[in-house]
């Protein structure tokens, strides 16, 4: 992958726990996304952010904070894990304007 | 909602064309369409992308429609390597909506 580095790759969390999942990209892009994918499913968007100081919900919210001090950082915070948000969550970034989206490898989180 | 709409799964035959639909009705006119793929649990790829003409490279062919609410995303020449998720999206910048994408099977 392009340069999206995404961090831990596997966790497993006991419910209540927070913790945070790190995403940083080294392509200057603007646009960066947290996405979670559930077996079998598609890629939900959990919140996106179109720059430094600016982040926006997506379609799956709630249980999750990010924030955006650079542009190099999106970091994904899960406040009090549910066994529901046990999946797979993805980072991305783009230049925007219509230009491809650079997938991180992956963070597998299991929350028993 | 996802702006696009695709099959939930489609079967090929290994060294066939695959050719993959995708409706997006509602695109609007600067918005792309991008086709990315999945294989197992790994990152989506890119794939290839256009906004009106018809594209191609290595990996594939892209054909839009003249009104634009709908593509076809041609695997020319398929191999098991490519049995995949295959995702087709309208790219814009900031929300980028994944619908549930295509399940391609490769038969030998």
């Known amino acids: 992958n392009a340069g999206v580095t995404q961090t831990p790759k596997f966790q497993v969390l006991k419910t209540g726990q927070s913790m945070t999942l790190q995403c940083a990209q080294d392509m200057n892009h603007e646009y960066m996304s947290w996405y979670r994918q559930d077996p079998g499913m598609g890629l939900r968007l959990i919140h996106y952010s179109v720059g430094a100081g600016i982040t926006d919900q997506g379609e799956v919210p709630n249980g999750y904070n990010v924030s955006r001090s650079t542009t190099e950082d999106f970091p994904l915070r899960l406040l009090s894990a549910a066994p529901s948000q046990t999946s797979v969550y993805f980072c991305?970034?783009?230049?925007?304007?219509?230009?491809?989206?650079?997938f991180g490898e992956g963070s597998w989180l299991t929350v028993v | 909602d996802a702006k696009t709409t695709q099959p939930p799964s489609m079967d090929c035959a290994e060294g066939r064309a695959a050719n993959l639909p995708c409706n997006h009705s509602?695109?609007?006119?600067?918005?792309?369409v991008y086709w990315y793929r999945q294989i197992h649990s790994q990152g989506p790829q890119y794939i290839i992308h256009?906004?009106?003409n018809n594209e191609t490279n290595e990996m594939a062919s892209l054909i839009i429609t003249e009104d634009r609410k709908s593509s076809t995303l041609i695997l020319p020449h398929a191999t098991l390597r490519d049995t995949a998720v295959y995702y087709c999206?309208?790219?814009?910048?900031?929300?980028?909506?994944f619908g549930k994408g295509t399940r391609l099977h490769i038969l030998p």
């Open positions: 256009g906004l009106k």
């Open positions: 509602t695109i609007s006119g600067n918005e792309y």
């Open positions: 999206t309208l790219n814009r910048d900031d929300k980028i909506i």
């Open positions: 991305a970034s783009t230049r925007g304007d219509g230009n491809t989206i650079y």
